[in-house]
């Protein structure tokens, strides 16, 4: 009878398993592999015939898409170099130089992780914007100062700069904590000046994390559609900007052109840096490094410089974030009126959560990221397991799948979704998805994978194999094995993955915009809508918006700090 029900079990347990593979490779196949698939054929055989120089035509011919272009180029070049010399200093003052108030400027410095995408760019334009409390002061003492003048390419790049540097503060100060201060030492004691330390020590344990962050910098720049859309004015487009506008047009073609164009560019900046670093001869960090003395400044001169600049980048990062709080506060009449509210008042915060109109898109993009928080995690811890346990032809696929979302910018992916999805498809039982409410939790589903996948693929591996074969020499099943012994081992880092991905889908704006509908209208595009009107109502609801948006992520920061389980990476589909 025990012989026969093991059978059973055994049987049950291999069926389940098959079951769950077929299942997950069909939601790999209908949600990210067939959208590409059918981008590629939508761009160059939407007619039956190869249209490749038909296409590329129309797009030379549009000077529109030529400045979109040109600004891209330009202002991932820019953003680059800027963000790059923020993000050192700001590592260099954390982890290297003795400057006073350092507690205060790391939470400063950390502010991008909570401020980012489409609610930084609109506390960027409400405080230094036509309306904004900065152009008020300014207008205050030199009039002739236009109310416009930080709406363009400089206010895109400006924002971008403060925002893009989180890439520094999470991995490059990691990486100088690696590096060993005895070996700084030797070199002082040879007479090597400070320049020479930091370009023939420091600099090769750093460098492969430095390319790592500058590709992420180039990535998230090119890829950016939330700031120049609410900063950027109508004179500087960028090309997520035009995909967009062209798929509106019913031009699909074009715009899976450009998508598939951009897609290109992105990864083959992933292939230079692979072979930028392979190229390279770098120096490890030691194993146990002694770690780092902050150095103090001797020249009383360069020491107040280092401490006015640090202070002042400090100053850059709190006040937008200040100011969003003051006003959500703050009756709605005195948006754009006052420079600091001399009243206050909860209306603002009533509205948002009293069940009007203002309560619909706070609550869709919970529904939304909760849906698409079930589904990931579904996928990933049935996943995951098979994952790190095996290693053939099945697992790699599944690893490349995961991992594709990563290099696959959220442009190419919204197009493709639509493209396939905008008729009846039988993979999806001959539904049409495009306008229903699935699309867009689908779509922001495909968009996580990679960022739960590596939270929890370092969760199983750090559990000890020798658990799981006592609870098999025990008699237990697989599935018995899993909720009672790898489960409850991983659940922490479960509610982590499921914290970071739900404040990254919040602040999701790209999908989002080339998704939504009037059934699942998000957080993100209620935002950006209210921050196009007139109506100062609406205008307070998007601080409220804000102040919430920040305040979720905040709880998530500190949760994770409180389980110690280490620092995850912040992505801002700008």
Do not use: C
């Amino acid at each position: 009878m025990t012989f026969t029900s093991s059978t059973q079990n055994g049987r049950l347990e291999r069926i389940a398993f098959f079951s769950g593979i077929i299942l997950l490779l069909w939601f790999l196949f209908t949600f990210l592999v067939l959208p590409l698939l059918t981008t590629f054929q939508v761009a160059f055989f939407s007619s039956g015939e190869f249209r490749l120089a038909e296409i590329t035509a129309d797009l030379s011919a549009s000077s529109r898409v030529k400045k979109a272009l040109l600004n891209t180029a330009w202002m991932t070049l820019a953003t680059t170099v800027t963000v790059g010399i923020v993000g050192i200093f700001q590592v260099a003052v954390l982890e290297y130089f003795h400057v006073k108030g350092r507690t205060f400027l790391k939470v400063a410095f950390a502010i991008p992780l909570v401020f980012g995408s489409v609610v930084a760019a609109t506390g960027y334009k409400f405080t230094y914007g036509p309306a904004g409390v900065v152009t008020q002061l300014l207008q205050r003492y030199f009039p002739a100062i236009e109310s416009d003048w930080f709406i363009g390419g400089h206010g895109v790049l400006y924002s971008q700069t403060f925002l893009l540097t989180s890439f520094y503060y999470l991995f490059l100060r990691a990486a100088m904590r690696r590096v060993d201060y005895s070996t700084v030492e030797a070199a002082r004691s040879l007479g090597a000046s400070e320049f020479t330390i930091l370009r023939r020590v420091v600099l090769p344990v750093i460098m492969p994390t430095l390319f790592a962050v500058m590709l992420l910098t180039i990535y998230t720049s090119t890829v950016s559609f939330a700031v120049p859309e609410i900063i950027g004015g109508r004179d500087f487009v960028m090309i997520s900007q035009i995909i967009l506008v062209l798929n509106s047009l019913g031009r699909p073609d074009m715009a899976a052109f450009l998508a598939l164009f951009l897609g290109l560019f992105i990864m083959s900046m992933i292939l230079l840096m692979q072979w930028i670093e392979a190229k390279g001869s770098y120096v490890g960090g030691s194993k146990t490094p002694v770690p780092i003395k902050l150095k103090r400044v001797k020249s009383p001169l360069t020491n107040i410089v280092l401490h006015g600049i640090a202070y002042l980048l400090a100053g850059v990062y709190i006040l937008p974030v200040f100011l969003i709080m003051a006003f959500s506060f703050a009756p709605a009449e005195s948006i754009g009126t006052e420079v600091f509210p001399s009243s206050f008042t909860l209306s603002n915060y009533a509205s948002v959560f009293s069940g009007g109109t203002a309560t619909g898109p706070f609550f869709n993009s919970i529904r939304m990221g909760l849906l698409a928080i079930v589904i990931g995690l579904s996928a990933t811890l049935f996943a995951v397991p098979i994952m790190v346990k095996y290693n053939n032809w099945l697992t790699r696929l599944l690893d490349i799948g995961f991992f594709l979302p990563w290099i696959v910018p959220s442009v190419l992916l919204a197009i493709g979704l639509i493209v396939t999805f905008d008729t009846a498809n039988p993979l999806v039982a001959n539904q049409v998805l495009l306008g229903t409410f699935l699309i867009l939790p689908i779509a922001y589903t495909i968009h996580v994978l990679p960022l739960m996948v590596r939270f929890l693929r370092a969760a199983f591996m750090g559990i000890d194999p020798s658990l799981e074969e006592a609870a098999r020499s025990m008699g237990a099943n697989g599935i018995y094995r899993f909720r009672r012994v790898i489960l409850p081992l991983v659940i922490p880092t479960v509610v982590l993955a499921a914290g970071y991905t739900f404040n990254e889908i919040l602040t999701e704006y790209p999908l989002s915009a080339f998704l939504y509908n009037v059934n699942n209208r998000p957080i993100s595009i209620a935002i950006l809508d209210s921050d196009k009107s007139t109506n100062l109502e609406q205008a307070a609801i998007t601080l409220v918006y804000a102040v919430l948006i920040m305040a979720f992520s905040m709880a998530v920061i500190l949760f994770a700090e409180r389980l110690s389980l280490g620092k995850g990476p912040k992505t801002n589909s700008l």
